[in-house]
C-alpha cells in the first residue's frame, strides 16, 4: 500500500496550493480519505475527511476555505486550500482508513509541507 502525497509548497498568505494524494493497492474507493496535518510542537489534526460516499467534513479553522474531494477513477484525494494562512504552515499527511472484520485497516502517506509566509 502507498499513498503519496505532492503538491506542498511555500505560498504567500492569501494563496492557494492544490495538495494531491495519490493512492495504490488498496480498493480507493472503499476507503474514508482524510487530510491531517502537523505543526512543529503540535498534535496531528484532522483538516477534512471524505467518506467512501463522498460525504465531507472540516475542521472548522479550515471550513469555507478548504475543500476535499475525491476521484475514484484516479484513485486520488485532492485538497483545494484556498485564503491560506500563516497557522496553515504544517506538514500535511493523506489518510486512507476501511473498517473490516475485527477492527481496521488504517494507511498514512510520508506527508507534504506546506508553508505559508510573505
Known amino acids: 500500500v502507498q499513498l503519496v502525497e505532492s503538491g506542498g509548497d511555500l505560498v504567500q498568505p492569501g494563496g492557494s496550493l492544490r495538495l494531491s494524494c495519490a493512492a495504490s493497492g488498496i480498493i480507493f474507493s472503499a476507503y474514508h480519505m482524510g487530510w491531517y496535518r502537523q505543526a512543529p510542537g503540535n498534535e496531528r489534526e484532522l483538516v477534512a475527511a471524505?467518506?467512501?460516499?463522498?460525504?465531507?467534513n472540516y475542521a472548522d479553522s479550515v471550513e469555507g476555505r478548504f475543500t476535499i474531494s475525491r476521484d475514484n477513477a484516479k484513485n486520488t484525494v485532492y485538497l483545494q486550500m484556498n485564503g491560506l494562512k500563516p497557522e496553515d504552515t504544517a506538514v500535511y499527511y493523506c489518510?486512507?482508513?476501511?473498517?473490516?472484520?475485527?477492527?481496521?485497516?488504517?494507511?498514512w502517506g510520508q506527508g507534504t509541507q506546506v508553508t505559508v509566509s510573505s
Open positions: 471524505i467518506s467512501s460516499g463522498s460525504f465531507t
Open positions: 489518510n486512507a482508513v476501511r473498517a473490516v472484520a475485527g477492527g481496521s485497516n488504517n494507511y
